[in-house]
């Protein structure tokens, strides 16, 4: 699976963003998506993910609220629509393909390149 992030982008805090991921696989299908991401000098973190049937959504403490993870299987894409952010969401956000965890996060299996949140305060 080949997964291709596009969306990021700089927005001062309060604004909102949309990412968005394709995928080339057909059998996208098959997999749970989600969203990672690092700030500078920090580990990568999960951010949200859904299940294929998009009936199972997860979503970080930190951006619960404010962040909402979709997925339009026809069109192999999955999005993340970022409002009310915060300067604290700045970092290099990635897709992943992969299956969700007991514990309610993603477990990768395939990454996407990562693209450039910037909030400025």
């Not at 982008?9 to 909102?16: E, F, K, T, Y």
């Amino acid at each position: 699976v080949q997964l291709q992030a596009s969306g990021g982008g700089l927005v001062q805090a309060g604004g909102s963003l949309r990412l968005s991921c394709a995928a080339s696989e057909r059998t996208f299908n098959s997999y749970a998506l989600g969203w990672f991401r690092q700030a500078p000098g920090k580990e990568r973190e999960f951010v949200s993910a859904v299940t294929w049937r998009q009936d199972i959504t997860r979503y970080s403490d930190s951006v619960k609220g404010r962040f909402t993870i979709s997925r339009d299987n026809a069109k192999k894409t999955v999005a993340l629509q970022m409002n009310s952010l915060k300067p604290e969401d700045t970092a290099v956000y990635y897709c992943a393909a992969g299956s969700l965890t007991v514990a309610g996060t993603l477990h990768p299996r395939y990454w996407g390149q990562g693209t450039q949140v910037t909030v400025s305060s």
